[in-house]
């Protein structure tokens, strides 16, 4: 089945495919997906699918950098790595805009995925993996986010414009499969007993860096704090295009979505290319509890 969407099936030319946000409509799922231009820029792209396997990808961008107003500097280079989180009847995308003076996470929405509005840029140049939460935290917004410390932080907001209250969540762990940094792969999930976060690490080895999703259990009233986490990764790049392409042994996902007691990843691997992954949520819980017992 795998790779569901590769680089050569797009329709036009393209330098690279790093990724998709993901969001089910009645017609289906709808990917929006990060393609990097031959001239270097990043812009993304919806794909469509009646039954999230097979996608047709539309050859205009739905969201391309910005060239007037106060998001032009902040986006001259490009935008990518779309997290989508549905919310009081709104679908927030929360991406990554690169310009001449960094990176930065910014907010946009839609309500039909024919326009966006964006909304805010939320944090300093060298901070990236933005993912808002799909309800209020305590009355506000919530949204993890991964500073230049390398480790996830979790910051709140009253408007979605204005940010503060930031707190560590997860660092990185010496001697683990996530020892040299960590960042948030998706939008959280609800789950019974709390917050289904998953998340990548990276391990850097002989080869260069290693990069793998795990999962963490937040608390549900205040998920700055993490009930367990995986100390094995549940996703690790295995196939041949995981292994060789343009950034060697890489997952990288930005949608995690649950479905039928499944969490399903769709996934950028090595080879420019997006995959599907499918695991049993009881499955991801067990490893996350396992590594409780284990202290």
Sequence with gaps: MNPIIPIRSLGFQASDIYDAG???TGDGVLLLVTVQSLEGHCSMYLARSSDGRRFSMDTEPFMRRIEEGPFAEAESL??????ITPMEGTYYIVYL?????GERVAIA???DFRSV??????NEPDTKNGALFPERIAGRYALLERPSTNAIWIAYSDDLVYWGNRTVVISPRGGYWDSDRVGTAAPPIAIEGGWLLIYYGVKITSGGPLFRLGAAIL??????????????PILSPRERYERIGDVENLVFSTVACLEDGHVLVYYGA???CICLGDASLDDIVHACLASVKEF
């Design 109 to 111: 929405r839609t309500d």
């Design 270 to 272: 090595s080879d420019s």
């Design 117 to 122: 509005e964006r909304i805010a840029l939320v």
């Design 219 to 232: 608390d549900r009233r205040d998920p700055s704090q993490v009930i367990a986490r995986s100390n094995v």
């Design 22 to 24: 993901v969001v089910r």
């Design 97 to 101: 805009v690169e310009g001449d003076t």
């Design 78 to 83: 490009g935008v990518r790595d779309a997290r």
